[in-house]
C-alpha cells in the first residue's frame, strides 16, 4: 500500500483520526506545516478531516515489510534522564492538533535544560500518544517517581 504523501510503499506506518495510514515522517511533515502556519487543527491530506491524534500501527508494516522491519525511530526524539530531586518544570495544554502544547518551562527544570522552550509540542512520551495534558503530567511523574528515562517526541526538531 503507497503512502498518499510521499507515493512510495508505506513504511513506519501511522493512522490519523480518520484512520488513512501514511508513513509517519511523511505526516509528522505533513502536521508540522499546516498547524505551526496556520495554528489550526491539521486535515487529513485524503479525507481532510480533522486529526486529533496519531498512533503508530506496527502490525501494517510487519505486513507490509516483514518481521524483520526495524524498530521505528522518531525523527525528533530527545531522552531526558530523571535524576533524583529533579523537577520536570513544565505546563502544557491540550494541542489545537495532536499532542500537547507547552505552555511554561520552569527555567530551573529538566525540560528547560533539554531545550524544550514555551510553543514546542510533544507527541509521545516512551511511544504513549500524548494528547490529554493531564494524563501527560501523570506519565512525567511516573517516570520521574521510578527513575525511568523520558524519551519525547516532538513535533519539531528542538
Ligand atoms: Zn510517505
Ligand atoms: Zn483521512
Redesign the pocket.
Known amino acids: 500500500m503507497?503512502?498518499?504523501?510521499?507515493?512510495?510503499k508505506?513504511?513506519n506506518a501511522c493512522v490519523g483520526t480518520c484512520m488513512h495510514h501514511?508513513?509517519y515522517?511523511?505526516?509528522l511533515q505533513w502536521i508540522s506545516r499546516s498547524s505551526i502556519k496556520d495554528k489550526k487543527i491539521p486535515d487529513c491530506p485524503v479525507c481532510r478531516k480533522p486529526i486529533y491524534e496519531i498512533r503508530f500501527d506496527r502490525e501494517f508494516d510487519i505486513v507490509l515489510h516483514g518481521d524483520e522491519f526495524p524498530t521505528f525511530k522518531h525523527p525528533y526524539e530527545i531522552e531526558i534522564k530523571m535524576q533524583k530531586c529533579s523537577k520536570a518544570g513544565l505546563t502544557v495544554k491540550n494541542n489545537i492538533g495532536p499532542g500537547v502544547e507547552i505552555i511554561n518551562v520552569n527555567e530551573t527544570g529538566l525540560f528547560y535544560k533539554a531545550g524544550f522552550r514555551k510553543g514546542h509540542v510533544i507527541l509521545f512520551i516512551n511511544n504513549i500518544p500524548c494528547n490529554n495534558h493531564k494524563s501527560t503530567i501523570d506519565i512525567i511523574n511516573y517516570n520521574q517517581s521510578s527513575k525511568t528515562p523520558l524519551i519525547i517526541s516532538t513535533l519539531t526538531k528542538i
Open positions: 503507497d503512502c498518499p504523501i510521499c507515493t512510495n508505506i513504511s501514511f508513513c515522517p511523511c505526516l
